[in-house]
Every structure is written in C-alpha cells, then in structure tokens.
C-alpha cells in the first residue's frame, strides 16, 4: 500500500526562490536528488517533518516548504530551515499539504509523489529511488 497513484510525469525546476520564516529571501539551486515536503500550519503529518530528527533520509537533502507563512507560529521551534515559496509548490504542481515529491534537477524531473503521513513513511516510499 502506498500513498500515491503512478506519479504524473512532469518536469522539476533547477532552482526557487522564496523567504525564510523570518522573511528573509532565499534563492537556491536543486544539485542531486532532493525531497520537496510541502507542509502547512495545522498538520499533523507536518509537525512530524518539522519537528523530528528526519534522520531516516541519511544524506538525501530534504526541503520543508509551505505557501504561507505560519500564523500561529507552530514552526518556530522548528529543527529544519522552512521556505515559504508558493512559486515552487506552483512550479511542481503540488496543490495541497501535505505531500512530498523526490525530484532530480540532473534529469529535471519529478520522480515519486505522495501525500505525508509522517516521516518514515515517506522514507519507505522513497527507499528504492535513493538506494542503488
């Protein structure tokens, strides 16, 4: 049982631009595989990915990003930098919180999608794209 249908091909951006929590601007470049988790205040499966270790990913660069910024401040004590960058989200065609999608800037595309139940899920879905 997974949480996802096939994944719906599609291309990923090489780069984003968006603002830190503290409204800072942000640009970056997508350099390997990198885990997209978009989450929103008021989420259970979330809170799970901005409040835990995620030491399940290893070495795999995980993004936590969000539409909108906190408005109750959930995310403040937050172990993970969160970008608010609906651009992105937009750019992927992730349409509703929680989901993830693993892409590859070096192919420049979505590999996997699915919706969040919490971290080792995700993990587990992933497993066979991050693992030789």
Known sequence: MRSFDAPRPRPAPD??????LDGESVERSFTGLTLVVA??????GCRDFVE????????????LVSAQFDPRNEWKDSRHEIVVAP????????RWPPFYVLIDPRVGTVLVE????????????IKSYVTP
């Open 39 to 44: 989450i929103k205040p008021d989420c259970d």
């Open 114 to 125: 699915g919706v969040v139940f919490g971290p080792g899920q995700v993990a587990q879905e």
């Open 15 to 20: 780069s984003f631009r968006g603002l830190t």
């Open 52 to 63: 835990s270790s995620l030491d399940e990913f290893g070495e795999l660069e995980v993004l």
């Open 87 to 94: 651009d992105l989200l937009s750019l992927l065609e992730i």
